[in-house]
């Protein structure tokens, strides 16, 4: 005859013991976990602006250039920035050494500039290096 479950066990136990609560378990661990997500997520993200160019740059893009003489060489570009800019433009040989620079400050909003560059040697290209936004106190020279 097969025992009967009543017979290992006794009723009079009662129902077995709730397992006890760990610290995993607690919501405070969760809520710090999650805070700490949202902080990391944040400064990821502020560093990805950062890196791309995109926080105090403008915009710009390089329409045509042109080698005008030995010692010249010409640019057009469109720039767009909210705030007055610096755009450094560079030309350079065919060794890619680099042969004439200059800078040139651009109006705030979508421009179209055209600059030239003085070079020591014949360029065999130009090309806008960079452009930096520029707050407006430094833009008016104060």
Known sequence: ?????????S???GPAPAP????????VFF???VLAAAI????WGTALLGYSGTLNQAHY????????????????????????????????DAQHVQVGQTEVAVEAGLRDVRA???TVREATSIQVASCREQ???EASGE
């Open 1 to 9: 005859m097969q025992p009967k479950p009543s017979d290992h066990a």
């Open 11 to 13: 009723d009079a136990d």
């Open 20 to 27: 006890r609560r760990r610290l995993g378990n607690r919501p």
């Open 31 to 33: 809520v710090l976990a």
């Open 40 to 43: 990391f997520t944040v400064g």
């Open 61 to 92: 893009q390089t329409i045509a250039w042109k080698v005008d003489s030995a010692t010249e060489a010409s640019i057009t570009f469109q720039v767009n920035a909210r705030n007055p800019t610096l755009c450094l433009i560079t030309a350079t």
């Open 116 to 118: 030239t560059v003085e």
């Open 135 to 137: 707050e407006p106190a």
